[in-house]
């Protein structure tokens, strides 16, 4: 459901969604959705860009080299456009059932949250400047007055 909605969304020119490992409505947040979401989104932006039509993309030069019934696997061009133009995901699984299981059977909800555990070990977020601390907590305390009694 969420795939779907994220590329009508791209599909229709908008480029934000608010589903970013969000649950049960937007009232619930999680690492792991939150990482399994990435993954449609990188996805579904790669649907939205859709394929270059360029005599470089196409390269029109390798087809006149290789010929039909050629091998353009072999090809550098192959290569590069592949890499530019083929979308990986990071913890999907693309192989067969028997590969899965051989690679320990991980269902996704766990391999999301092992990627999202990496992630956390890996950040190093910089703090935020004092003056933007300050002007964000102005922002929190006037609205906590402006609804004080309203809850």
Do not use: C
Not at 92 to 114: I, P
Not at 125 to 138: G, N
């Amino acid at each position: 459901e969420k795939a779907r909605t994220a590329l009508m969304a791209a599909l229709a020119g908008g480029d934000l969604n608010n589903m970013a490992g969000l649950l049960e409505s937007n009232l619930t947040a999680s690492y792991e959705q939150l990482v399994i979401d990435d993954e449609i989104i990188g996805t579904t932006q790669r649907i939205a860009t859709g394929v270059a039509i360029t005599p470089e993309a196409i390269g029109l030069e390798v087809l006149e080299v290789v010929g039909p019934g050629g091998l353009f696997l072999a090809k550098r061009h192959t290569l590069d456009r592949f890499r530019h133009e083929h979308y990986l995901p990071r913890i999907s699984e693309r192989g067969s059932y028997s590969r899965w299981l051989k690679a320990g059977g991980k269902e996704l909800r766990d391999k999301a949250r092992e990627r999202a555990e990496e992630i956390l070990r890996r950040s190093a977020p910089e703090p935020l400047d004092a003056e933007v601390t300050r002007e964000i907590t102005a922002i929190v305390r006037e609205a906590e007055r402006s609804h004080a009694g309203r809850g």
